[in-house]
Structure formats: structure tokens, C-alpha cells
């Protein structure tokens, strides 16, 4: 992994001059890798903070009929977009190269919807190309804090341990949610074989509730051995953190599932769709030591998206995953 030296050693207020030249220069070698990787890529995706009116004016060269640029909205201002590179919508983007260059992260994806490079408070890029700008860059074995939330996945809910292959999955649709459901289930159905199984976190005050509700379901409860600090009425406590399995026989109890509980992964709460009966935990619940020819499915912040992690050697490139969900973003990590 290389990564652009965007140090800047001189102080804001007593070398003022200095500072602003050389994070000029900075701003400069960005502009230079971001046109190089523009022209070898083949897709653009990045997240941005801009009123809807300038965001039009912004894809209306880009895009004139608009069924090219998939768009999403996360919140109030702020858009993710993928953008499929062409010559003629390159030099689009290049007329408007401020407003990209300081988006809130940008990642440009090769032919395999490989991430090549990364650009968010620096530029993070993978392999040493052909003809690369004179920037000033070195090489390092840990990604730069500045990549967390370009990096966002399911890791800050759980993480696993031994995984070969992980994907990251997104829909770009007006309604995140129910895209979000809708490829978690089809992915489902397609990896795994009845009866599957769903362990979940939950609330420490919907523990009997759970266990009357979900008995055909098969469902099992057992101790995560963690507490969260908890607010009720006036009394702040730490509470201890329920964990579940549930029996997936059928689609119908797929969709109740989902119905019912799919508010848990949208409020960060564990939920982990696989083959196994039981999963191998390193700890506690927050570490998945994933067997050998495993697969299983997790989300990423707020139910964004799901993330695949797997062993298995038929998923060891997009191919097999891209059959299931053709219309899906699909990112290889690793």
C-alpha cells in the first residue's frame, strides 16, 4: 500500500506563508493523482456534502439524461454516488475537478470493482503503476486513520477473524433500507440451503419477549458476556447484552425475521446470517473466528449495506456473488 506524504511541517500561525504553499503543493500532487487514476479506471465513487440544486448542476454535464450516475442519499446534503468512467464523461468530471477533488471520499474501482485508489483527507493507492505522477509518496503496512470511514464496514459491529474473501455490497436507491433487506435475502437464499440460521444481539428488555415470541423459530439464547450502558426512566445502568439464534426453515420465516427485527443491524446491534448452527466466538461476540469453508453475512454501519466474509475458494473473486445480485455495488476488500 502507498500512500501521499501530505505532512505539512510548518505552523499555521507563525510560518503562514510556508504553510499555504506547501499545502498547495499537497492540493497539487492530489489534482495529479487523481487525473492519473481517473484515465485507468473504470468506475468513480464517492460520498459528497452539497444542496440538491448544486448537485444537479454538478451530474448535468456529466449525466444529461440522467441513466447513467446511480445516486443515493444518506441524509440531509449528503449523496453517494457511482459514476461509470467513459473518455467523454472524464473530461466532464475533470471541468469540475474542485468540486471532486474535495468531495468527502472518493474511490475509483478497476474492471474487477477492485479499489485501485482512495482520495479523503489524503490518497491511499494500492500498487506502484506504470508512469505514476513525481509525487512524494512511500509505502506503509496500515491504512491512514483519515480511510475510516471510506473503509466503513461492518468491523465496528464485529469482527471476524481468518476471513480469505470479503465483500462490501450497496445499493444505490432512494430507500437504503429496503434495498438493504432485499439483497441480504437474496443473498441468503442463494448461499446457504434451508434451514440457515440468524444470531442477532438485542436489548436486555426483550429478552422474554424474544424467547415467547420466536419459540418455533427454534430460538436459543445464551450469554454474550457484555453489558452496555443503558438509560431507563431516570436509572443509568450497565445492562447485560443479549445474544440469540434463531432457525431460518423457510422464506417465510425469512421475511418475518426481517419484518420484525431487521430494526436491530439498522441500530448497529450484531446480526449475522449462516450455514452454521453455531458460530466459533474469539472472546466475546464482537470477535467471529469464521471455519474453514464458511461463509457468512454481516452489515455495515447502520444497515447501509451488507458484507459477505468468506473461505470458501468459489468466492474467491465477484463472480459467483455478482449471479446472485447483478445490480449490487460490490467492492473486494481483500
Known sequence: MYVLNIENMFSVVTETTAYEERDQHIMQQKKQLFRYFLSRTTTLTLKIYIHVKELKRLIRPIDPRGNTIQMKKNAYQEYELIIPLSSEIIEAILRNEEVFIRASWIRLLNKQNNVVTQFQHGVVFYETPDNLPAVDFFETSSEPDYL?????????????????????????????????????????????????????????????????????????????????????????????????????HDDATLEKVFKELYFLPEENETFIICQNEQLEYNNDDKFVNLSEDEVIIGFSHDAQGCIVYSNKDSFCDLIHINKLIPNSMIVQVN
Request: net charge neutral; with cysteine.
Open 148 to 248: 475510516d470511514i471510506c473503509n466503513e464496514s461492518a468491523e465496528d459491529i464485529f469482527k471476524v477473524q481468518n476471513a480469505a474473501h470479503i465483500f462490501n455490497i450497496s445499493n444505490y436507491a432512494d430507500d437504503y433500507s429496503v434495498a438493504t433487506q432485499k439483497t441480504a435475502k437474496t443473498l441468503a437464499k442463494g448461499i446457504f440451503h434451508y434451514p440457515f440460521y440468524i444470531h442477532f444481539d438485542a436489548y436486555d428488555y426483550m429478552k422474554e419477549n424474544l424467547l415467547d415470541t420466536w419459540q418455533q423459530q427454534q430460538i436459543r439464547s445464551r450469554d454474550s458476556k457484555r453489558t452496555a450502558l443503558t438509560m431507563s426512566g431516570f436509572r443509568i445502568y450497565y445492562a447485560q447484552v443479549p445474544a440469540f439464534s434463531l432457525t431460518i
